[in-house]
């Protein structure tokens, strides 16, 4: 069955920048995974006293590391004038902070259905994966910077590709439309255990895990 991941932005905006620091138009697919695996490791309290994830956990990353979105319908974004091509707002951070920090831009998204960016699949995850994925994707709150709040749900059963979709070429990872291409950094096996062990590194004291919530995790499943 067909999959998708639809990121919804509740201030039809996003503020991000790309590892070397360039301002990124949208969020990688890249960025949404890592943020699933930081809910994962921060919200579901599954882990063994050798800090791994239950199964079902790692199925998810796993399909997701292994399956890269076949299609992505980005965002539309807000011209300001015929002849430009982003609207910028800019938010003022702290005084003492570099005039340059202060200014941080985001892009503005249309507040309608086209202003959400949708991650599509041709051949979804099975049915305990797709659920995995949905709870991961509810407990994320923002994508990029703190000022970009997103609501992230899944969808199945539409007609692949949705119109104005971005196709992935396999061969180089680049979504492409006629002869537009756009690099985006995906996920690839092993990542997960990359970012583990980088943590590792980085935290060799265990954070304390947070009480174990007994409500059923919130998801929302629609079709497109």
Known sequence: MTFAIRIHFLLASYQGASEYGEKESFPTPMRLYQAMVSAAHTVFSSENSQGMLDKRLNAALEWLESNPPEAIRFPEIVSQSPTSHNAIAYRRKADKAPKAER???????????????????????????????????????????????????????????????YMLRPESQSLMEVERARELPCPAPGLHQELMEHYTQANPHPASKIPKDSSTKKRHRSQI
Not at 112 to 136: R, V
């Open 103 to 165: 200014a941080r831009s985001a892009v503005m998204y249309r507040t309608d259905e086209q202003g959400d960016m949708i991650l599509e699949w041709k051949n979804g995850p099975d049915d305990e994966e797709c659920s995995t994925i949905a709870d991961l994707c509810w407990e994320i709150p923002f994508l990029g910077g703190a000022g970009s709040p997103v609501r992230i749900t899944v969808e199945e059963g539409f007609d692949f590709p949705l119109p104005d979709s």
